[in-house]
Structures are given as C-alpha cells and as structure tokens.
C-alpha cells in the first residue's frame, strides 16, 4: 500500500519496492565516501545502469559524508542519480543525525538545482551502516517535510522501502510527524 502526504502542493510518499524500478527524475543512491560501489542500493543501482554511473563516480573521485554528488543515470529510466552519503552509525553520539539530515539536504538541493521534479529515496543509512530504522526514518522525514514545505519545485518525494519492517516504520513515524495527512488515498 502506498502512503501519500500533501506537503504545501507537494507530495510525499511510502512505498515498498526496489529503488532500480522506480520511475523518477532523480534517483537516490545510498553511497559510500570514496563513490566505489558495494552492496545494498548501491550494488542494485550499479547493476541495473551499468558501467557509466561508475565511471562518472570515479571522475568526481569521492563525497564527504553527509554530502551528494550528482551523476548520470546510466541506463535507468531516471535522468539522474544522485549518490548520498549516510554516516556509520556508532552509538547516536558521533553526529549521525546531523550526518544523516545533511544527506538529505545535500540531495534535496542537488535535485531541485538541476531541475528534477521527482525523486526517489532508499532508506539512507540503514543497511551496511547499521542506523537504526526509526531515528532513521525520523531524521529522514522531517528533513524531507521541512525541504517540500519551502521547496515546491520538488513535486513528488518517494521513499522506496526494501522490506515490510522498513515501510511499517516509516508510515508510524510519518503518521505523527506529517502536519496533514491523507493516509491509504492510492
Ligand atoms: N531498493 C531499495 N532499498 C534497498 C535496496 C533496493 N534495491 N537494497 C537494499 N535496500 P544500504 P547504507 C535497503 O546498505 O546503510 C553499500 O555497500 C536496505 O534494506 O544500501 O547507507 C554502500 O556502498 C536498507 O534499509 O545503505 C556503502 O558502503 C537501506 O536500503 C554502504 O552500503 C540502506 O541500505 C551504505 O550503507
């Protein structure tokens, strides 16, 4: 089931699925600093478009964490993808919420800077770098409420949600963060 929010005349939504099959202008990559590749997001996304978005992470060389860079999409149907990098999660005290919310930021900017309209994001941070899921989604949907709420050129934020824990998480956070909702609408 798919959880929509208005957010001013912008859109948020919840969705369960694999981020490759996504229809969107901007594709989020859960990256990591030195832009090489790995499992997860990562692993997906390289598969899926191909030896170009690598050659183009190895052109730009790196990301700091909390940071994006913007490439192409390779053969996705996206028109770009834009690799955040999530903090390693130690024990909450190291800065990772402020990591994590600037990753967001970071990526957020980069698609309303170059034009794209609709974006999908994977669960940044809570796979291979261990941030736990609710402070995660948390610190992810406020950021991404705050961004819409004075960015209305970004119509339409997706998070892609891997599995049915993740995507449960994200609807009970939501649920008490969104300021109007419209659960169950599609
Ligand atoms: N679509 C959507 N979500 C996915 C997919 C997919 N295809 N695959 C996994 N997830 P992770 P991180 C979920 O590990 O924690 C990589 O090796 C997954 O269940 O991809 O930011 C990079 O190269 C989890 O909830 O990203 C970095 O080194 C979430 O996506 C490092 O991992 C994020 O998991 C980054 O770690």
Do not use: W
């Not at 949600?161 to 649920?175: E, I, N, S, T």
């Amino acid at each position: 089931m798919t959880l929509v929010v208005n957010i001013g005349t912008s859109t948020l939504e919840l969705v369960q699925g694999d981020i490759t099959g996504q229809e969107a202008d901007g594709i989020v990559n859960a990256a990591n600093a030195e832009l090489a590749g790995g499992g997860g997001v990562d692993g997906a996304i390289h598969r899926a478009g191909g030896p170009e978005i690598m050659a183009a992470c190895r052109a730009i060389g790196g990301c700091p964490t909390g940071q994006a860079v913007v490439t192409t999409a390779g053969a996705l149907s996206a028109r770009k993808v834009i690799h955040a990098v999530a903090p390693r999660y130690k024990d909450g005290l190291q800065g990772e919420a402020g990591l994590l919310a600037s990753a967001y930021n970071a990526a957020l900017e980069i698609a309303s800077d170059q034009g794209l309209k609709t974006v999908a994001f994977p669960s940044l941070g809570t796979g291979a770098y261990g941030y736990p899921l609710e402070g995660a989604a948390r610190v992810a949907l406020r950021t991404v409420i705050d961004f819409l709420g004075s960015h209305p050129q970004v119509e339409r934020v997706r998070f892609v949600l891997f599995d049915k824990k993740a995507l449960a998480v994200y609807q009970q956070v939501l649920m008490e963060e969104a300021p109007t909702r419209r659960p169950g609408s599609r």
